[in-house]
T-cell receptor
Framework: EAQVTQNPRYLITVTGKKLTVTCSQN?????MSWYRQDPGLGLRQIYY???????DKGDVPEGYKVSRKEKRNFPLILESPSPNQTSLYFC????????????????FGEGSRLTVL | GEDVEQSLFLSVREGDSSVINCTYT??????LYWYKQEPGAGLQLLTY?????DMKQDQRLTVLLNKKDKHLSLRIADTQTGDSAIYFC???????????FGTGTRLKVLA
C-alpha cells in the first residue's frame, strides 16, 4: 500500500530534550516536506527536500533541522525543543513537488502530535 | 504577504449545498488545491484546478476560480454527514517547491 509513515504519532517531552520524528514514503517520490498545524494558522511549511541531499527552508524553519540521506526517509529533528514547538506535525511527499508538468499533489502522513513541557 | 485566507467555520444541514471560500495572493500560482482533513487523520487531496481554468466539476464537487479577484471556492452538493471535516485550500507557487495553505474551514454537517 502506497503510504507516508510517521513516527511517533504522539509524544510528550520536556524542554531541551532532543527528539527526532521520522518520516518514510514507499512511493519513490522525489519531493518530501514537513508542516506544522496550529489552530487558526493552518499548515505552515517547515522544510522541504527536492531530492536526496537537497533541502531548503520553508516559512517556519527556526528550531528545526532535517536531513535527506535516502530518497524514502526525511526525518525532522528538534535539537532543543521548546514549548512553542508544541504542535501537530505532518510529513508529505509528492512525485516532483509541483514543478512544470506535474500536478504537485501532496500525499500526507497521519500526523505526529508533539507536546513540549 | 503570502496569506491564503479562509473563514474558520461553516455549518450546513444535511442535503444542502456547502460553499467554502478561499482568497489567495499569488497570481502566478500554477495549481490550486482543496484538501480534506478528517478527525485524527492527515490531509487528502479532494480536487485541484489548473490556473488557466475557471471551473472544474467532479461528481458532487465544483471548483470555481476567479483569477481577477484571486478567489477560489469549493461547492459540495447534497452535503452528507461524512463530509464533516476541515477543508484546506492551498496554492503551489509557480516554478517553486513551495506550497501555501490556508487556515482551514471546519465544516459541520447537521443531520
Amino acid at each position: 500500500e502506497a503510504q507516508v509513515t510517521q513516527n511517533p504519532r504522539y509524544l510528550i517531552t520536556v524542554t531541551g530534550k532532543k527528539l527526532t520524528v521520522t518520516c518514510s514514503q514507499n512511493m519513490n517520490h522525489e519531493y518530501m516536506s514537513w508542516y506544522r498545524q496550529d489552530p487558526g494558522l493552518g499548515l505552515r511549511q517547515i522544510y522541504y527536500s527536492m531530492n536526496v541531499e537537497v533541502t531548503d527552508k520553508g516559512d517556519v524553519p527556526e528550531g528545526y533541522k532535517v536531513s535527506r540521506k535516502e530518497k524514502r526517509n526525511f526525518p525532522l529533528i528538534l535539537e532543543s525543543p521548546s514549548p512553542n514547538q508544541t504542535s501537530l506535525y505532518f510529513c508529505a511527499s509528492s512525485p516532483t513537488g509541483g514543478v512544470e508538468g506535474s500536478t504537485g499533489e501532496l500525499f500526507f502522513g497521519e500526523g505526529s502530535r508533539l507536546t513540549v513541557l | 504577504g503570502e496569506d491564503v485566507e479562509q473563514s474558520l467555520f461553516l455549518s450546513v444541514r444535511e442535503g444542502d449545498s456547502s460553499v467554502i471560500n478561499c482568497t489567495y495572493t499569488d497570481s502566478s500560482s500554477t495549481y490550486l488545491y482543496w484538501y480534506k482533513q478528517e478527525p485524527g487523520a492527515g490531509l487528502q487531496l479532494l480536487t485541484y484546478i489548473f490556473s488557466n481554468m475557471d471551473m472544474k466539476q467532479d461528481q458532487r464537487l465544483t471548483v470555481l476560480l476567479n483569477k481577477k479577484d484571486k478567489h477560489l471556492s469549493l461547492r459540495i452538493a447534497d452535503t452528507q454527514t461524512g463530509d464533516s471535516a476541515i477543508y484546506f485550500c492551498a496554492e503551489n507557487k509557480k516554478g517553486t517547491y513551495k506550497y501555501i495553505f490556508g487556515t482551514g474551514t471546519r465544516l459541520k454537517v447537521l443531520a
